[in-house]
């Protein structure tokens, strides 16, 4: 059986933290220890709610920089820092756009309600045929609702589909559903493992 979709993460996927450099020049002016940052902007509860669309991503910046003693003006100038190390994978992107039409291109995101501005005022917006972002529908994976919507919006079976992402929990989600799952460790030993499974249902 051919398969018919592709579905993508981001964070961790498409956009990876290549350098880590910035965050670690931020941690140390700030006087907190390595790793603290990110655990605030990705792991604090104002970015769970963030995630569910709950509050704004906005309003987590600002939870973020109050927690830090940052003043709000500097809220946006302290995101752009911590985000300066990190590099879209334009081969992955690339691999995608090369795969429409055959198949349609989703995303499945765990990610703030800035993602789809972000992606859309991009140079790759169209690799893209749906973005399912957690959000704007209130859900986050690994709950299999997501998923489902997922594959709702583009009109296929699982079967049909393909899921990559970086976290095993998230692609386990995938694999219970009946998606065919990958899960992203080093980019050129995931793209292989994509091309196999792709060549194996053509």
Known sequence: MMLQAVFVDFGGVLMRTEDQEPRLRLAERLGVPPGYLEKLVFESKSSL??????????????????????????????????????????????????????RKIGLISNAWS???????????????????????VGLVKPDPRIYRLALERLAVAPEESLFLDDMPANVQAALSIGMHAVQFTRPAETMAELKRILSDHR
Do not use: N
Request: hydrophobic share 40%; aromatic share 10%; glycine share 6%.
């Open 49 to 102: 709610r963030a995630s569910t669309g709950e509050i704004t991503e906005a309003d987590h910046w600002q939870s973020v920089t109050d927690a830090l003693g940052i003043s709000r003006q500097e809220t946006e100038k302290f995101a752009a820092d911590f985000f300066s190390g990190d590099r879209l994978d334009m081969v992955l992107v690339e691999f995608l756009r090369v795969l429409r039409p055959q």
């Open 114 to 136: 800035g993602l789809r501005d972000y992606i859309t005022g991009s140079d790759f917006a169209d690799v893209f045929d749906e973005l399912v972002i957690s959000a704007e």
